[in-house]
């Protein structure tokens, strides 16, 4: 869910079967006074199979709102598929897909909008040819779509690297990822990466590690307007095998 900069309307998206279309993206706009439906968009990847929203972003100036996730394509294997859509009408803008290196699957989580950059950013996990995962990151331009860069992180143990979510400092010059990464011996750890919001370089990786040695996976980053300071998010394994939240602050 997310709410226009003014404070308006309401912006929904998930996934929603259709008649004979497999599940579908669906977006809905809604008066944030009343609750009276605005609009609703759907989208039916080319698998005509499984296609589920998994974020939803609004972008400060331009009245566009862009909607990310995971859609079939027509080998049925899952892409990223990212939409813009008209804020004010729900008329679809542009679409893209994003297929990692080894024509595996690929699953977004997590969109952020830069205004100053006009820029829009999606993170998630794309599967290797070996059946690992890794964070895979993409930028694209806000207006038209055209691909900006894309990175990928492959953690230490090359195994299981799942980025949950995605922010963009105040500034817009930098990108924060953030999700669960395989250690080399510590298992899941949280593992959050920042990258130069222009080209895609990383800047910085960091790694937290839980008492206990065992799961530990951040699902949420936010960055505070004022201090430029990240925020991390999640759950994290204790000495007696139960989970704790767990919240980190990193310097920007």
Request: aromatic fraction near 12%; charge should be negative.
């Amino acid at each position: 869910m997310a709410v226009s900069p003014g404070g308006g309307t309401v912006y929904v998206t998930g996934a929603s079967a259709g008649d004979t279309s497999g599940q579908d993206y669906a977006t809905a706009a809604y008066d944030a006074a009343t609750g009276a439906s605005l609009w609703v968009s759907r989208y039916n990847g080319p698998g005509n199979s499984t296609d589920a929203a998994r974020s939803v972003a609004v972008s400060p100036g331009t009245g566009t709102v862009y909607v990310t996730g995971y859609s079939d394509g027509a080998g049925l294997l899952s892409d990223y598929l990212t939409a813009a859509y008209d804020a004010a009408t729900g008329a679809k803008l542009w679409v893209r897909r994003y297929n990692g290196p080894a024509n595996n699957s690929d699953y977004a989580a997590s969109a952020a909008v830069s205004a100053g950059r006009g820029t829009v950013y999606v993170t998630g996990y794309s599967y290797d040819a070996a059946g690992h995962s890794d964070y895979a990151t993409v930028a694209y331009n806000a207006a038209t779509g055209a691909t900006l860069w894309g990175k990928r992180y492959n953690g230490p143990a090359n195994g299981y690297d799942n980025a949950a979510a995605v922010a963009v400092s105040p500034g817009g010059g930098t990108v924060y990822v953030t999700g669960a990464s395989d250690g080399a011996t510590s298992g899941l750890d949280y593992l959050t990466a920042a990258y130069d919001a222009a080209t895609g370089a990383k800047l910085w990786v960091r790694r937290y590690n839980g008492p206990a040695n065992m799961g530990d996976h951040a699902t949420s980053v936010a960055v505070s307007p004022s201090t430029g300071t990240v925020f991390v998010t999640g759950e994290s394994t204790n000495a007696s095998t139960d989970s704790d939240y767990v919240t980190i602050a990193y310097s920007g």
